[in-house]
C-alpha cells in the first residue's frame, strides 16, 4: 500500500543528545512537509522541500535540521539547541503534479527527551 | 495567510448532523478555506477543500458564506469514529506549502 510511514511510534532520549527523525513515503510525491505538534495545540511548520536537494525554513526551524538526498526520504534531526524538543513529530507529502492539493500525513513520532 | 477562528469544543449525538463553524474574516481572494481531523494521537487527514462554492465529497459538506467571511464543515449523519478535533486552514492558492493549523474544534460524538 502507498504511505507515508514514521518510525518510530514513540522516541526517548536524554538531554543534549541529537535525535533523527524517520520519514519515508512511496507515494511518488516531490514535496515534503516535517510539523511540531504541543499538546493541545495545531501543528507548526518546521521544515519543507518541494524537491530532491532543497529544502526551506519552515515557521520554527531553530534547532532543527534535514536532508533531501532521496525523494523517498526526508529526515529530521533534532538538536541539542532545540530548547524544548519534547513533542509530537508529524512527517507530511503532496504531489505536486495536476491538482495535488491536499498533504497526506504519517502517523507522527512522539519525542520525549529526558 | 488569513487567521481562523472556531470554537474549542463541539457536541454532537450520534447520527445527527454535526456543523463545525469556522471563521476566517480576513480572508483574501486568492485564499482556499481547507478541512482536515486529527484522530487522537495520529496524522491530520484531509476531509475536504473550497474557494467559493459550496462543496461536497463522501466524507462532508462545506458550506462557504457569499462574502467568503466563514464556513461550515457539515457531517451528515456523524457516527464515533468522527471524534476528533477538527481544524479549519485558509491557504493562499499559490502557495502549497503553507498551511497554517490552529487550535481546532474537538467535536465529540456521543452515543
Known amino acids: 500500500d502507498g504511505g507515508i510511514t514514521q518510525s518510530p511510534k514513540y522516541l526517548f532520549r536524554k538531554e543534549g543528545q541529537n535525535v533523527t527523525l524517520s520519514c519515508e513515503q512511496n507515494?511518488?510525491?516531490?514535496?515534503m512537509y516535517w510539523y511540531r505538534q504541543d499538546p493541545g495545540q495545531g501543528l507548526r511548520l518546521i521544515y519543507y522541500?518541494?524537491?530532491?536537494?532543497?529544502?526551506q525554513k519552515g515557521d520554527i526551524a531553530e534547532g532543527y535540521s534535514v536532508s533531501r538526498e532521496k525523494k523517498e526520504s526526508f529526515p529530521l534531526t533534532v538538536t541539542s539547541a532545540q530548547k524544548n524538543p519534547t513533542a509530537f513529530y508529524l512527517c507530511?507529502?503532496?504531489?505536486?503534479?495536476?491538482?495535488?492539493?491536499?498533504?497526506?500525513f504519517g502517523p507522527g513520532t512522539r519525542l520525549t527527551v529526558l | 495567510d488569513a487567521k481562523t477562528t472556531q470554537p474549542p469544543s463541539m457536541d454532537c449525538a450520534e447520527g445527527r448532523a454535526a456543523n463545525l463553524p469556522c471563521n476566517h474574516s480576513?480572508?483574501?481572494?486568492?485564499?482556499?478555506v481547507y478541512w482536515y481531523r486529527q484522530i487522537h494521537s495520529q496524522g491530520p487527514q484531509y476531509i475536504i477543500h473550497?474557494?467559493?462554492n459550496n462543496e461536497t465529497n463522501e466524507m462532508a459538506s462545506l458550506i462557504i458564506t457569499e462574502d467568503r467571511k466563514s464556513s461550515t464543515l457539515i457531517l451528515p449523519h456523524a457516527t464515533l469514529r468522527d471524534t476528533a478535533v477538527y481544524y479549519c486552514?485558509?491557504?493562499?492558492?499559490?502557495?502549497?506549502?503553507?498551511?497554517?493549523f490552529g487550535s481546532g474544534t474537538k467535536l465529540n460524538v456521543k452515543p
Open positions: 507530511a507529502s503532496r504531489g505536486t503534479s495536476g491538482r495535488a492539493i491536499e498533504q497526506f
Open positions: 507515494l511518488n510525491h516531490d514535496a
Open positions: 522541500s518541494q524537491i530532491v536537494n532543497d529544502f
Open positions: 480576513t480572508i483574501s481572494g486568492n485564499e482556499y
Open positions: 473550497g474557494l467559493k
Open positions: 486552514i485558509v491557504r493562499d492558492r499559490y502557495n502549497f506549502n503553507k498551511f497554517y
